[in-house]
């Protein structure tokens, strides 16, 4: 037989104890899968989608109200987006606390690092694409950031907007990026991310002579537990999409200067609690950024775990890097409560 | 036991657990999604945007026949989110809550040029008018309050319940533009127990608790009709046929106590318009207590006529002898000739009187048709009451045996003669 993408993805066998759900947490198998739900009611979210700002929040409203099962397909991409934002950093704490980004595993981390850059972004942009009331105050509030940015604000800001205020130019730019670049990136970099796991030799174990448990499983049982967590995945999602349905807010009356919703989008209220400390480059562009890069230097800069403590839960060889993420969790948790209960 | 842990492993092995519970979610979607509203969409046709508030909305009366759902549809006044069958998104966006023609929006909602405001002619522009008008303003209780309480050297209104210029003076009494009143600039408590207990009564404010005070804000004040009724009950109607009864609803319901500044609302119940509705010591005529307010006040004189001013009485003009002429003059009058004249357009939005080109009608002394009223041929004329639709004849003064002085002919001195007693 042929190998495929899918021999690729899935050896014949795989060590037993690191395919374990209670050490994965399926994290990453179910950030692929929210993954294609994205796909799958993104591309048919296009179909009514009109990214005008006239457009939107009727075409928004007509796919909810009046399209049958139309409100189900939303719902569904809006928890599937909120969901893979949760796996993906769950994904991102499980790399770190089992300390499986040591080499050679460092370059396909730092495509995860950027896929959460990427996912991030998306996430916004998505949101922006409501283009109601609910999102006014954030889009305006995100896109003045760029205008901090030392020497190029200006030209970032025209960049991305596409004038000297957000209008229809800026939604058509946000709704390319959201449905086309950034969905390009993603798929690249997922794809990539994927068939480095392979190519790295799996998911990290310690060497074969220092492997307590020398089982495996295979490929069928591997399939067949991805499987039952995509299953368990979408009814969790059709219940979620059912009875909470995503936000919507009333159109934008340009007319009306005071918007009713100031508040960020969830992942980024650490960012906006961040902003009322002052300068709002320091904190809102360059400590993000500069998080990030921290986050990618890790593999780098801090001590590794040691090839035996691989496969497991919290290593010794590795703790500052534990105790950084822990630390930057609990600090990201924090500012949104702040922001959150403000 | 080995059997059932066989069908254990199975269960496990086939993931049957978890595509039963997969089953179970699609079929309570399924379910769910059959809970929502059935769409109804309308099309109106002066707004070409569908809108589907009918989903929920059907047993709504059709609010009137000026406004056919079908022309006007809900959002083209109402505002809303038109796509919405959610009803929390639907109506927050709405104008003015319930009411779209509270003041503040009934520029949006009810105005409009092809609508009542932005006309060129004066008379159609209600909108702008009744923003003018006192009872809006209420700039005449505020200056004499602010006189009495040496807050202001003369009468002349200042303030009034919003801020508001007028462009184009065209009566010698009109004001240039009125300042809000804002109590807390005020140091006189007097001024402030006025601003606390006695603003109830003008287009913006909230009506008193009460049946009898039962009325909503802006246009629908008037052309709603609440007297009586309980306001929480769903309302959509709008009318041209006001009877008095509407126009209590601001109107003799009591009276201010000036020492206390505060309204004492009258305690009865009055029944019988003769004897119970008017102060004890007003005089008034027969067509006072018989006929409603709106037969004889204009729509000037209670809509206001574009100007701003400083009370009630540089805004009433129409008197006895509107309609009865003097003793050496007939009332003014006009024959119909203009297909567009508005006493025609008004007897088409309220047939109580069938007029028709060549009819001769009365007008005010500002030229406004009584388009109620008619001269017969006899030389005698005849009233329909607006709300009432009843007939009435009166005859005009001169050739009659009054013997008023001619110098002598506003209402108060005809009520010497002509007052009802009680």
Not at chain 1, 11 to 36: C, D, E, K, N
Not at chain 1, 57 to 75: A, D, E, K, M
Not at chain 1, 191 to 208: E, K, N, Q, T, Y
Not at chain 2, 66 to 82: D, M, T
């Amino acid at each position: 037989m042929r190998p495929s993408f899918y021999h690729h993805l899935h050896p014949p066998t795989i060590p037993s104890p690191q395919a374990r759900f209670r050490y994965t947490l399926g994290a990453g198998g179910i950030s692929v899968y929210l993954t294609l739900v994205l796909l799958v009611t993104g591309i048919l979210e296009m179909y009514y989608y009109v990214p005008t700002p006239e457009g939107a929040t009727h075409s928004i409203q007509t796919l909810t109200f009046l399209v049958p099962y139309g409100g189900l397909v939303r719902n569904l991409h809006y928890w599937a987006a909120q969901g893979l934002m949760v796996s993906v950093l769950v994904h991102l704490l499980r790399v770190i606390w089992t300390g499986g980004y040591a080499p050679p595993r460092r370059f396909n981390y730092l495509l995860g690092v950027l896929l959460l850059v990427v996912i991030v972004l998306l996430d916004f942009t998505g949101y922006v694409l409501r283009w109601d009331e609910g999102v006014r105050w954030a889009l305006v509030a995100g896109t003045n950031l760029l205008k901090t940015v030392p020497l190029l604000g200006n030209d970032l800001y025209i960049l991305a907007v596409g004038g000297d205020q957000t209008g229809p130019a800026t939604l058509v730019r946000f709704y390319a990026w959201h449905v086309f670049g950034l969905t390009l990136l993603l798929v690249v970099l997922a794809i990539w991310h994927l068939f480095r796991i392979r190519r790295d030799g799996g998911i990290a174990v310690p060497p074969p002579e220092l492997r307590r448990d020398p089982r495996r499983i295979t490929r069928f049982e591997l399939a067949r537990r991805e499987g039952t967590a995509a299953i368990v995945a979408s009814g969790v999602l059709i219940l979620l999409a059912t009875f909470i349905p995503a936000p919507l807010a009333q159109s934008i009356d340009p007319s009306n200067l005071a918007t009713t919703e100031t508040q960020a989008p969830w992942f980024f209220l650490w960012v906006q609690q961040l902003l009322k400390l002052g300068s709002p480059f320091l904190w809102g562009v360059l400590l993000p950024l500069g998080l990030i890069v921290i986050l990618g230097l890790i593999p780098y800069i801090l001590p590794l775990a040691r090839p035996a403590e691989l496969g497991t839960w919290f290593p010794q060889g590795n703790r500052s890097a534990q105790a950084m993420i822990l630390i930057l969790l609990l600090g990201i948790l924090l500012l949104s409560l702040l922001a959150w209960l403000g | 036991m080995v059997g059932l842990n066989s069908i254990a492993t199975g269960l496990r092995r086939t993931a049957l657990i978890p595509a039963v519970f997969l089953l179970l979610t699609i079929i309570l979607a399924g379910w769910h999604n059959n809970r929502r509203p059935r769409a109804i969409a309308l099309l109106p046709s002066l707004t070409n945007q569908p809108e589907y508030c009918l989903s929920c909305h059907q047993d709504l009366p059709e609010i009137s026949r000026s406004h056919p759902f079908q022309a006007f549809g809900c959002v083209l006044c109402h505002g809303g989110e038109r796509l919405s069958l959610e009803a929390d998104l639907a109506h927050r966006s709405m104008r003015g809550g319930r009411n779209p023609s509270d003041l503040t929006v009934a520029q949006d909602s009810c105005g409009g040029s092809n609508c009542h405001t932005g006309e060129a002619a004066q008379e159609r522009n209600h909108v702008q008018r009744v923003l003018t008008s006192v009872q809006a303003t209420y700039a005449g209780a505020i200056a004499n309050l602010r006189y009495s309480f040496g807050a202001q050297p003369d009468l002349t209104a200042r303030m009034g319940i919003f801020a508001i210029r007028d462009e184009h003076i065209q009566t010698p009494t009109g004001l240039p533009g009125l300042e809000a009143f804002a109590p807390e600039n005020e140091t006189n408590p007097g001024i402030q127990a006025f601003a606390q207990n006695c603003l109830n009564c003008h287009l913006s404010a909230e009506p008193l608790p009460g049946e009898e005070t039962s009325r909503l804000t802006g246009c629908a004040a008037c052309h709603s009709l609440t007297a009586g009724d309980d306001l929480d009950q769903p309302l959509h109607s709008l009318t041209l046929k006001i009877p008095y009864t509407q126009c209590n609803t601001c109107h003799n319901r009591g009276n201010y106590d000036l020492r206390n500044m505060h309204f004492v609302p009258r305690s009865d119940k009055p029944q019988d318009r003769l004897h119970d509705y008017y102060q004890p010591i007003a005089q008034f005529v027969r067509c006072e207590w018989t006929l409603d307010c709106i037969d004889c006040h204009t729509r000037y004189e209670i809509m206001g006529d574009g100007d701003l001013h400083s009370n009630q009485r540089e805004i009433r003009y129409i008197q006895c002898r509107t309609c009865h002429g003097t003793l050496d003059e007939l009332p003014l009058t006009r024959t119909i000739t203009d297909p567009e004249d508005l006493a025609l357009r008004m007897s088409f939005l309220n047939p109580v009187i069938d007029l028709g080109g060549g009819d001769t009608v009365l007008v005010s002394s500002r030229g406004e048709p009584l388009w109620n009223t008619r001269r017969l041929a006899d030389g005698s004329y005849e009233l329909f009451g607006k709300a009432s639709g009843q007939r009435f004849t009166f005859r005009a003064v001169k050739g009659s045996a009054c013997q008023q002085n001619t110098a002598e002919q506003e209402s108060r001195y005809c009520h010497e003669c002509h007052a009802v007693e009680r």
